[in-house]
């Protein structure tokens, strides 16, 4: 099998800002330019950010609905196979698919597995675990947890220009641009 190929080229650019309204300001106008693959950085929330960046729905509340349903399905099945079909034993003449007695398991696993699926799904929506970020290798980046807000337009972004999304990021007026390397 084999590798795939090293990454070639920059991973994106990255414009850093002082004040969190200008960072939102500064996306807003990457997004309506058609920009569409970029993340933001900040030491803290940001209201309006995530509006900005093109995030309108969140897909986790599914992953824990998909996950509660299974679990829930999961566990009465297990109860109902065993007590039915596997080892059926007749006790004080109640049926063997008698189901009020398999709620309480049915409850458990339903909320078992919806909580499983919440942090395997965050997890999974988030793109974690990893251990290393190209926005790393920016010695600035170390301010983003401090006083800096950061706005990356990544190179895989269709739009991408070296040249035109630099001279685009200027226009936004940032602190500083920085090439944010592989």
């Not at 597995?113 to 919440?118: E, P, V």
Request: proline share 9%.
């Amino acid at each position: 099998m084999k590798a795939a190929p090293a990454p070639t080229g920059p991973y994106g650019l990255m414009a850093e800002f002082d004040r969190p309204d200008d960072l939102v300001e500064a996306t807003r106008r990457a997004y309506e330019h058609g920009y569409r693959m970029m993340e933001a950085y900040t030491p803290f929330p940001v209201d309006g950010l995530a509006e900005a960046l093109g995030f309108r729905h969140n897909r986790i509340g599914a992953v824990v609905l998909i996950g509660g349903v299974a679990g829930g399905l999961g566990g009465f099945f297990m109860q109902w196979f065993s007590a039915v079909i596997h080892y059926p034993v007749d006790i004080g003449g109640r049926p063997f698919n008698s189901w009020p007695a398999f709620i309480p398991i049915t409850f458990e696993m339903t909320v078992l597995f919806a909580a499983l699926a919440a942090v395997v799904g965050m997890l999974g929506l988030n793109g974690l675990p990893r251990p290393h970020h190209p926005v790393f290798n920016v010695p600035r980046f170390a301010l983003a947890s401090r006083n800096r807000f950061f706005l990356c337009l990544q190179a895989r972004d269709p739009l991408f220009d070296a040249e035109g999304t630099f001279r685009f990021l200027e226009e936004s007026q940032p602190k500083a641009i920085s090439v944010v390397p592989f």
